[in-house]
C-alpha cells in the first residue's frame, strides 16, 4: 500500500502557545512550512543541490484548515501527499496529525513553484528532480483524495 510522506515530527514549543491558551494559528503554518522544507528533501532538493543547480521552490498559495486545538508539548506528525504536479509546480496536500490518538489536528493545501534563482523566474524541474517528482506522483495517484482539499472559503447563504 502507498502511503502519504511523514514530513514533519516534533512537539508543541513553549513559545508557540497564544493568548487563549493553545498553539497560535501562525505557528501551525510554521510547521507546515517546516513540512515543506522536509518535502523539498525528499524530492532531492535539499540545499546541497539548490546551492549547485541555483533552483528552489516558492510557495504561491495556501489554503489552511484549523481542526483542533493543540495544546503545548503535543506531539505532531505532518504528512505530505502530492496531489498534482508539471514540469514546475506541485500541489501537495499536508496533514497535521496527534500520533498517539490518530486525531486530525489541520491540513493545508499549498501550490509550490520551482524557480531559477540566476533568473528569479519560473522554471521547469532538472531531470533528476521531475524523476523523483514522477515516481512520487504515480504512487500517489493510488491514495484517496483527501476531503479538504480543493475547499475555498466561503459563507454559505440561505436561499432567497
Given at each position: 500500500?502507498?502511503?502519504?510522506?511523514?514530513?514533519?515530527?516534533?512537539?508543541?514549543?513553549?513559545?508557540?502557545?497564544?493568548?487563549?491558551?493553545?498553539?497560535?494559528?501562525?505557528?501551525?503554518?510554521?510547521?507546515?512550512?517546516?513540512?515543506?522544507?522536509?518535502?523539498?528533501v525528499?524530492?532531492?532538493?535539499?540545499?546541497?543541490?539548490?546551492?549547485?543547480?541555483?533552483?528552489?521552490?516558492?510557495?504561491?498559495?495556501?489554503?489552511?484548515?484549523y481542526?483542533?486545538?493543540?495544546?503545548?508539548?503535543?506531539?505532531l506528525?505532518?504528512?505530505?501527499?502530492l496531489?498534482?504536479?508539471?514540469?514546475?509546480?506541485?500541489?501537495?496536500f499536508?496533514?497535521?496529525?496527534?500520533?498517539?490518538?490518530?486525531?486530525?489536528?489541520?491540513?493545508?493545501?499549498?501550490?509550490?513553484?520551482?524557480?531559477?534563482?540566476?533568473?528569479?523566474?519560473?522554471a521547469?524541474?532538472?531531470?533528476?528532480?521531475?524523476?523523483?517528482?514522477?515516481?512520487l506522483?504515480?504512487?500517489?495517484?493510488?491514495?484517496?483524495?483527501p476531503e479538504?482539499?480543493?475547499?475555498?472559503?466561503?459563507?454559505?447563504?440561505?436561499?432567497?
Amino acid at each position: 500500500m502507498t502511503e502519504t510522506l511523514v514530513v514533519y515530527e516534533g512537539r508543541v514549543s513553549p513559545d508557540w502557545i497564544d493568548y487563549n491558551g493553545h498553539m497560535n494559528d501562525a505557528c501551525y503554518v510554521l510547521v507546515f512550512s517546516k513540512a515543506i522544507d522536509e518535502f523539498m528533501v525528499q524530492i532531492g532538493l535539499d540545499e546541497a543541490f539548490r546551492e549547485e543547480h541555483q533552483v528552489s521552490i516558492y510557495t504561491l498559495q495556501s489554503m489552511v484548515h484549523y481542526l483542533q486545538e493543540v495544546g503545548e508539548a503535543e506531539p505532531l506528525q505532518v504528512r505530505a501527499q502530492l496531489l498534482e504536479s508539471d514540469g514546475k509546480k506541485l500541489r501537495v496536500f499536508f496533514s497535521m496529525w496527534q500520533p498517539e490518538t490518530a486525531l486530525e489536528l489541520a491540513a493545508m493545501e499549498t501550490l509550490l513553484l520551482h524557480v531559477d534563482m540566476n533568473a528569479h523566474r519560473a522554471a521547469p524541474f532538472l531531470p533528476e528532480t521531475q524523476d523523483k517528482v514522477s515516481q512520487l506522483q504515480r504512487l500517489h495517484n493510488t491514495l484517496a483524495w483527501p476531503e479538504l482539499a480543493g475547499r475555498s472559503i466561503a459563507l454559505k447563504r440561505p436561499a432567497s
